[in-house]
């Protein structure tokens, strides 16, 4: 067994903070868990979810030496999905668990803010064994590999049935970095889940990582004066001197306690943006989870485990106040002590935190003082104005062009292009019903990491031609919704469609007609083709700079898709089209109402950016009248901007 020295009184609070989980009426332990804020308990969803997976609601108890009598809990939330059955995946095992008496007084975990996985070295687990009254149990261990995002592995102790739950703590920061997961079945060493798991569990993540904050930052109750922030200051981690250029374990905990009182930011780019720029525009090393808190971001702001200089936290912090103020906050007392801690330092630190300034385009769209248009109408993301965007890259297989290959890209709105995040690339593809189950997950993914409160992220769905009647506007990300909320995406978000033929080059045609069209004083539908003529390539290469072609039928085949190539031909790159049919026998009222209903969106938008947002609302008032009728219920969007053109990519097919 591996030994590491380790401060004594670390060890003891996190000994006090370390609890076991039982039945309400007595028994044999579940497994451990410990405080990680006031009433809350962290533990793996595994302990729990034999007992409770048939009620949630059930009364368990929470029990230690230190505690006294069980505490009766109940689960809050766990990440585990319902439908699994054998072991939980690493990111899904975990659990938080409440108190139902909010006045009991116990010790609280330090829990690392340090997104970077924890160094291959030493640390210690604790936890508790069933062996008649449960007993405590600990061991140092050595950190081996990394499984994933989330995961530890070590080897050479031998753990007991029951410690899954328990802390696992490293010496030299003083600070939780992980929850004891499994061990190896009939061998020695382990799993652990690291920290920034935690970060799954969504809003229920901020508010209980607050308290957590809250709390160590409050007047010590229990501890006397050896806190573990006081005991962290004398850490091979804390560095050997202290001045005002380093950021100690105090100004940590100062920092992250007035961040708690901070509004949460509303997305993971405000985040990510200000810490990047706080770090002088270079990137957080390694492929870390998206940071989802003001807390978070504090915690990009490590190299090698220990803190950067106190300019980049300063700078942060004052980053922070700005954002909040351009919001309409108030973030006064955060300022007041950035204010403060600047005394001392040297004139250049000042001079970088006194006149912070956000990166462009950070500022929130939707605000006090933004003129009423803005306000309604949320305009697309261009290269030029920035913004996030989610692609979805459909590929029908040669030889099967019923079925699909799959890929997910982010553009966070930068000039440096999109990125790859997920996708299903070989193998026998995927056929069209199943599409929206296998990209469910990577999607909602995808959106938290550009989504922000004031504007969700737009779907593009690129796709050729022939299958532009895909109705990606009905698709769901979830399979049960909820009744105060559209399930559909093209309610809740902005969803176009792209030609995935256009990928890797920007034809001449597109771009001037793109061009032109981004700089016509008005925009005009136009029907394809022309009632009672077939379609023509010089009908779409003749339209004005203005000019929409709307058709009333299915743009991926018959005389629709015959249209739909001559537009995309002529370098139209917006255009509107009926997925749902068309009359065998010409047109009929509904395609006059759809030539009428598309003409006056087009008419209210002040420029072609406006329109995939104003057809969402339209979507939206769908949704809410149940208008089946409706002109726009099965209307799509083409919106193809050639100044994001699709990357191309050389695809080889696995045998």
């Not at 100062?254 to 810490?275: F, M, Q, S, W, Y």
């Not at 909040?324 to 950035?338: F, H, I, K, N, T």
């Not at 469910?440 to 737009?458: I, N, Y």
């Not at 008032?621 to 083409?638: C, F, N, T």
Request: charge should be negative.
């Amino acid at each position: 067994m591996p030994e590491y020295a380790h401060d004594p009184f670390i060890d003891d609070l996190a000994r006090s903070a370390t609890v076991h989980l039982l039945p309400a009426g007595g028994g044999t332990m579940w497994g451990s868990g410990f405080f990680v804020a006031p009433g809350w308990v962290l533990t793996c969803a595994h302990v729990l979810r034999p007992y409770l997976a048939r009620d949630r609601e059930k009364v368990f108890h929470v029990g230690s030496d230190r505690l006294g009598d069980p505490l009766p809990a109940r689960l809050a939330a766990w990440l585990v999905d319902d439908d699994l059955r054998d072991d939980i995946p690493v990111e899904q095992d975990l659990a938080l668990v409440r108190l139902l008496d909010d006045d009991v007084e116990h010790e609280c975990v330090w829990l690392s803010d340090c997104a970077e996985p924890p160094a291959a070295s030493g640390a210690v687990v604790y936890g508790f064994k069933p062996e008649g009254c449960p007993e405590r149990w600990h061991s140092a261990i050595d950190i081996r590999t990394y499984d994933g995002s989330y995961g530890l592995r070590f080897s050479e102790v031998e753990f007991p049935k029951g410690v899954s739950g328990g802390p696992v703590l490293d010496p030299q920061t003083g600070a939780v970095v992980a929850v004891m997961k499994s061990r190896r079945i009939e061998r020695d060493g382990g799993r652990a889940i690291a920290l920034p798991a935690l970060r799954r569990f969504g809003d229920l993540y901020r508010t209980v990582l607050a308290e957590h904050d809250r709390w160590h930052g409050g007047e010590p109750r229990l501890r006397g004066y050896n806190t573990w922030v006081d005991r962290q200051q004398n850490l091979p981690a804390a560095g050997l001197h202290h001045t005002p250029e380093q950021w100690s374990p105090y100004d940590r905990r100062t920092a992250l306690n007035l961040l708690a009182a901070v509004p949460g930011p509303g997305g993971v780019p405000p985040v990510a943006k200000l810490a990047r720029k706080a770090r002088g525009g270079i990137a957080p090393p390694g492929s870390l989870p998206d940071p989802r808190t003001w807390r978070d971001g504090h915690g990009l702001l490590y190299e090698a485990h220990r803190p950067m200089p106190a300019i980049a936290f300063l700078h942060y912090l004052k980053l922070v106040v700005e954002y909040e103020r351009g919001r309409g906050g108030d973030p006064a007392r955060l300022d007041a002590w950035v204010n403060e801690r600047l005394r001392g330092v040297p004139p250049v630190v000042h001079t970088v935190v006194t006149e912070a300034r956000l990166p462009e385009g950070l500022l929130p769209v939707l605000g006090p003082g933004a003129p009423e248009e803005i306000l309604t109408v949320l305009p697309y993301p261009t290269v030029e104005r920035g913004g996030a965007v989610v692609t979805v890259e459909l590929e029908p297989l040669s030889d099967a062009p019923d079925r699909f290959y799959w890929r997910i890209r982010v553009h966070d709105g930068d000039r440096e292009g999109s990125r790859p995040v997920a996708e299903e690339c070989s193998g026998e593809g995927v056929a069209p019903a199943e599409l929206i189950r296998r990209l469910r997950r990577p999607l909602s993914t995808a959106f938290q990491s550009v989504d922000t409160d004031d504007c969700p992220a737009p779907l593009e769905v690129a796709l050729p031609a022939d299958h532009f009647d895909t109705a990606v506007h009905r698709w769901q990300l979830t399979e049960i919704g909820r009744l105060y909320r559209s399930p559909y995406l093209g309610v809740q978000r902005r969803v176009v469609l792209r030609d995935l033929d256009r990928r890797g080059g920007v034809d001449p045609e597109w771009r001037e007609r793109w061009d032109g069209l981004m700089a016509a004083e008005e925009l005009a539908a136009v029907p394809a083709p022309l009632p009672g003529k077939a379609p023509r390539l010089r009908h779409f290469t003749e339209l004005e700079p203005g000019a929409v072609p709307v058709l009333c039928r299915p743009a991926g085949r018959g005389v629709g898709g015959a249209a739909m190539r001559n537009a995309l031909e002529a370098g139209h790159g917006v255009a509107l089209w009926h997925t749902d049919g068309h009359p065998e026998h010409g047109c009929h009222d509904f395609c006059v109402a759809l030539r009428a209903g598309a003409a006056d969106l087009l008419g209210q938008a002040k420029d072609p950016t406006e329109l995939p947002d104003r057809l969402r609302r339209i979507r939206e008032e769908i949704s809410d009248s149940k208008d089946a009728q409706h002109w726009a219920e099965g209307v799509a969007m083409l919106y193809d901007d050639p100044g994001r053109p699709l990357p191309d990519y050389e695809r080889v097919d696995a045998p």
